[in-house]
Nanobody, 125 residues
Framework: QVQLVESGGGLVQAGGSLRLSCAAS????????MGWFRQTPGKDREFVAA?????????IYADSVKGRFAISRDNAKNTVYLQMNSLKAEDTAVYHC?????????????????WGQGTQVTVSS
């Protein structure tokens, strides 16, 4: 089993930055594919970014966040990060971390077996 705990959300003005953290336990993040998704009320969960396993996996991003967000991994801390810059009001959502032992990054939510509870990000315009 893999447990995921997100942190780092909050209220920020448009144009600002936040860094989300996803601390994993039960498995090491370097052996997992990790993803970030976001959800707003009444909408489906939306892909944000993902990173494959550290043995050669790639990173992928939603078009809406390319050039503004960056996903990274700290194996020593067993944590995955989402650095969010140039935030916009439309980035407001609950952000969820996800993990899967399949190793490859994916933009599809059903690819991931493990999910965190989420952290709220609110961007004021």
């Amino acid at each position: 089993q893999v447990q995921l705990v997100e942190s780092g959300g909050g209220l920020v003005q448009a144009g600002g930055s936040l860094r989300l953290s996803c601390a994993a336990s039960g498995r090491t993040v370097n052996s997992l594919a990790m993803g970030w998704f976001r959800q707003t009320p009444g909408k489906d969960r939306e892909f944000v970014a993902a990173i494959g396993w550290s043995g050669g996996g790639s990173t992928i991003y939603a078009d809406s966040v390319k050039g503004r967000f960056a996903i990274s991994r700290d194996n020593a801390k067993n944590t995955v990060y989402l650095q969010m810059n140039s935030l916009k009001a439309e980035d407001t959502a609950v952000y969820h971390c996800a993990a899967d032992s399949s190793l490859d990054a994916s933009a599809r939510a059903y690819h991931y077996a493990y999910w965190g509870q989420g952290t709220q990000v609110t961007v004021s315009s």
